[in-house]
């Protein structure tokens, strides 16, 4: 039996996947001016490498994607137990 197949009982556990694009220290004056329509610029970039995170541990490695309209993460590197 795969390993996967050891714990397809399991597959529909929710699990927290984690992915931080990026931080940002703002000012109470600059937090005040926010709105609906407000656009808060983060420093990274699609293309950039970025940390997998599944409850709390790191997993692997990824880079910021766009997709049409939308920000993603592509895997590239996967730590995986066999």
Known sequence: MTPTE???HL???????????GRKIMTI?????LDADSIIRMP???G???????G???VGYGEIVI???AVGVRITD???EE
């Open 6 to 8: 050891e714990i397809a």
């Open 11 to 21: 597959a529909d556990v929710p699990i927290d996947v984690e992915v931080e694009l």
């Open 29 to 33: 004056a600059e937090i005040l001016t």
């Open 44 to 46: 990274r970039s699609a």
């Open 48 to 54: 950039e490498n970025i940390d997998i995170f599944i």
């Open 56 to 58: 709390g541990s790191l």
């Open 67 to 69: 997709i049409e309209d």
């Open 78 to 80: 996967f730590n995986q």
